[in-house]
C-alpha cells in the first residue's frame, strides 16, 4: 500500500525552552531513567510488550555512537524530556535499501507538546545530511499518536501492515522539511 503524505506541518513547535542536541554515553543513566519512568501503555507502545528487564543495556544500545546509528535527545535544562534515534540493520532481502530504524519516546508529562515532532525533524534532517534516503518505522498499528507524528511531518511513505503491526517505509528524498533543523 502506497500513501502520499504531503500534507502540510500542522505548525505545533516544540516549547522555545527545549532543546535538541545528540547523546553520547554520558546520557546513558538519563536515557535509562525515561526508559524506566514510562507507564505501561507508552512502554508498550515502544517496546511492543513488557518494558525489557535490562534496561540499562537497551540505554547503552540507543546512545551507541557507531556508524548507521544516531541518537538524539530533547532536553529542558538537564532533564531529558524525549529521545529519537535510527540504528542501521542489515539490508532486508525484500527492499534494495537497508533497514534505518527509528524510535521515538516522549515523557508521559510533557507529550502532545510537539517534542515528538522535533526529535522527528531532528532526526529526519541528520539522516538526510548523513546520505540516507530511507527510513523505517516499526510501530502498532493501534499506536495512533505516533501515526499522527508521522503524518504530520509531510513525508511521503510507503505502508505495510502485518497483523497488528505497521512498518513505514519513510522515502526522505520526497518531504519537504526544512533541512535548516539538522543538529
Ligand atoms: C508517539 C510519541 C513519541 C509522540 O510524542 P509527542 O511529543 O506527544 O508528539 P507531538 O507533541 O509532536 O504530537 C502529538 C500530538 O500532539 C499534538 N500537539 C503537538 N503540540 C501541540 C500543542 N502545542 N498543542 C496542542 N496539540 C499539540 C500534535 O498535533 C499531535 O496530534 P495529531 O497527531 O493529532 O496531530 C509519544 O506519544 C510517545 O513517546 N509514545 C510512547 C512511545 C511510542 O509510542 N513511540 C513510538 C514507537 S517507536
Given amino acids: 500500500m502506497s500513501t502520499d503524505t504531503n ?15 545528540d547523546l553520547d554515553e554520558s546520557d546513558i543513566p538519563a536515557v535509562e531513567d525515561l526508559y524506566r519512568s514510562m507507564n505501561e501503555h507508552d512502554a508498550y507502545m515502544r517496546f511492543f510488550g513488557a518494558r525489557p528487564k535490562h534496561l540499562h ?15 538524539l535527545g530533547a532536553f529542558r535544562g538537564e532533564r531529558l524530556l ?20 527509528i524510535a521515538i519516546t516522549v515523557d508521559h508529562s510533557v507529550q502532545a507538546r510537539g517534542i515528538g515532532t522535533g526529535l522527528l525533524e531532528h532526526l529526519v534532517a541528520h539522516a538526510r545530511s548523513a546520505g540516507i534516503r530511507w527510513l523505517t518505522a516499526e510501530i502498532l498499528a493501534e499506536n495512533s499518536l505516533m501515526i499522527g507524528v508521522l503524518r504530520d511531518i509531510g513525508l511521503t511513505h510507503e505502508l505495510h501492515l502485518d497483523g497488528t503491526t505497521m512498518t513505514l517505509e519513510i522515502d526522505l528524498h520526497a518531504g519537504d522539511l526544512d533541512d535548516s533543523a539538522c543538529v
Fill in 57 to 71: 543495556t537497551v540505554a547503552a544500545y540507543t546512545c551507541r555512537r557507531l556508524e548507521g546509528s544516531y541518537a
Fill in 82 to 101: 524525549g529521545i529519537a534515534n535510527y540504528i542501521r540493520g542489515p539490508r532486508p532481502q525484500t527492499r534494495p535499501h537497508p533497514d534505518v530504524e
Fill in 7 to 21: 500534507a502540510p506541518s500542522p505548525g505545533h513547535r516544540p516549547p522555545a525552552d527545549v532543546v535538541f542536541r
